[in-house]
């Protein structure tokens, strides 16, 4: 009875992490593209608020020592616009089992430069969202959390893909 509900545990994870991880990555996105110049706020002068605020991401990026300064600039503008893309994909459901890839690798490197940084002890921001945040080990465990509940979402994905849908009708067999 339980597997031919239409809510299991599988598709409960995959609805829980779609909703979760897509709206964490769509904030995240947005929060540094518009939050940390708040003070810059009229219109006139928002595109000086958005350049200002991705050089502020970019010297977040800059602080993890791991880039050049053209891989820095690349990475601090394209990975906000692209943190939007990827959670208002997953927010859709369209294609999820190529957007929860993506997503899963996104937040595996994430863990991976938090916990490279807290190994090394680095005094820096994380950088996740526009609010300063030392890397700490909560953050590490935050970061972990999160790539696990992709990686879940991700492989259920792709188990859910193979089996048809419990209310579509089954097969006819001819004789």
Sequence with gaps: MLESSPFHFRRATIWIGRLLLGGIFVYAGISKI??????????????????????????????????????????????????????????????????????TLLMLGFLTLVT??????????????ATPEPISLRKIFEDGAMAALALLMTIFAFVEAREPHPWSAPEQISP
């Design 116 to 129: 490279r940084a807290y190994l090394l002890h680095m005094n820096i921001n994380c950088g996740c969202f």
């Design 34 to 103: 518009f939050f940390p110049n708040t003070h810059l706020w009229p219109m006139f002068v928002l595109r000086f608020s958005i350049s200002t605020n991705l050089a502020t991401f970019a010297e977040q990026v800059e602080s993890y020592k791991l880039l050049s300064p053209a891989g820095v600039d690349f990475v601090a503008h394209t990975l906000p616009f692209a943190e939007i893309l990827l959670g208002l994909l997953l927010l859709i459901g369209w294609g999820l089992r190529i957007w929860a890839s993506l997503v």
